[in-house]
Every structure is written in structure tokens, then in C-alpha cells.
């Protein structure tokens, strides 16, 4: 009787081992991008389907002066999301994809330790190198002056958010988050025609099930 209880017990825990794992949770977030307004329209607000918002920040409106960080901008939108029993994803810009917009703070660029701070991105027509086109401009991460005060202004926004917030993106990492933290995020454009024309009357005329993708 004993052999037997045991062999059941290392079957049961052979099958659990081997069962199909647990499907992550999908987290419906809309991404407003710099456009913070938007989180108070009544069909974002008033939504049972979006879990929050994701928000872009600039390094240059964050740290205006060499370890200065304003947090204002952040402070308010949390506020309003949290009223809303919503959450906030933050996103950190450094690159701009415009040759007019710089997304670093001005000291990096005239500081002659931080090797200018940012350097140029470049588009090619065909991924061919004949006749590049100026894209923005890339913070330069690889110089360990800039690296070093990039981590400082991270720190500083883990310390006053973290448990605040669902999270902190940089631009395209977020699917290399996803796989780490395990749950799955979707983030929708607002601006996108597809949004308006399915997302929203089907979550408008549905309820919640309508949309899950």
C-alpha cells in the first residue's frame, strides 16, 4: 500500500512538471506618447478594458541641470491615473527620429565630458548606404560619461517610483521586458485608424470581452 501511495505521488508530481505552463496575463494599455491630455478623455478614463496609460518623458525635461530632476509632469499624471484606478507606464525618450528635436539635456551637449552627448541617426532608402538621410538623434549610451549619467537619472526615478508605477520602458526594449518579466502587454495608438474604427465601438457597444486582443 505504501509503494503504491508513493508511485502516485511521483506520478502526480511527474504530471505537474510536465503540464503546459500557466498563460501570462495580457495588460491593455493605451500609449498616448507625449499627447498626456489624453488620459483624461471619458472613453480612455472611463474604460473597465485599459489597465493605464504609457506616457513618454524626455531625459532633457527630467534632468534640466546636472542632478536637478523635475518629476512634476510624472507626479500629475500618476495623480490623475491613480484616481482613475488606473496605472502608468513610463517611458524614457533619449533619441528624437526629427533633425529639429534633441531629447537629451543641454549640459550633455556642451560639456566637453560628455563628448557631445548625443550623435546623429541616419535612415537608408532600401537598407542602402548610398544617400543616408539624417533621422534625429541618438543619446550617445556607449560613452560611459553619458552611460554613467543616464544610470543616475534611472536610480533616481526607480527610488521615487518604484511600486508607483507599472513600469519603465526605453524606446525598443519593451518587447525584451515583456519576455523577462513574463506578462504580455499590448499597447495601443489612439491615432491609429484601426483603433478607431474596431477597438472602440466594439469596446464601446461589447464591454470589456469585446476586446482581448
Not at 543616475?152 to 526615478?157: F, M, P, Q, R
Request: hydrophobic share 45%; glycine share 8%.
Amino acid at each position: 500500500m505504501f509503494k503504491r501511495m508513493v508511485s502516485v505521488l511521483l506520478c502526480s508530481a511527474a504530471l505537474q512538471l510536465h503540464a503546459a505552463p500557466a498563460t501570462p496575463p495580457v495588460h491593455h494599455y493605451v500609449f498616448f506618447i507625449l499627447e498626456r491630455a489624453g488620459i483624461q478623455k471619458p472613453w480612455f478614463a472611463r474604460s473597465k478594458v485599459f489597465e493605464g496609460a504609457q506616457l513618454k518623458y524626455t531625459w532633457r525635461s527630467l534632468e534640466p541641470r546636472p542632478g536637478e530632476y523635475d518629476f512634476a509632469a510624472i507626479d500629475q499624471d500618476l495623480a490623475t491615473l491613480s484616481a482613475q484606478g488606473k496605472r502608468l507606464f513610463l517611458q524614457i525618450q533619449d533619441v528624437s527620429f526629427s533633425e529639429d528635436i534633441v531629447n537629451v539635456p543641454e549640459y550633455l551637449r556642451t560639456d566637453p565630458a560628455f563628448h557631445g552627448g548625443v550623435d546623429r541617426q541616419y535612415e537608408f532608402a532600401n537598407d542602402k548606404d548610398a544617400k543616408p538621410k539624417l533621422g534625429g538623434w541618438v543619446a550617445r549610451r556607449w560613452d560611459s560619461a553619458v552611460a554613467e549619467r543616464f544610470a543616475k537619472l534611472l536610480a533616481a526615478l526607480g527610488a521615487g517610483y518604484d511600486g508607483r508605477v507599472e513600469g519603465i520602458t526605453l524606446p525598443d526594449i519593451l518587447d525584451f521586458a515583456q519576455q523577462t518579466l513574463g506578462a504580455s502587454y499590448i499597447f495601443w495608438y489612439p491615432e491609429e485608424p484601426y483603433f478607431t474604427r474596431e477597438v472602440l465601438p466594439a469596446l464601446q457597444g461589447q464591454g470589456a470581452t469585446a476586446v482581448s486582443r
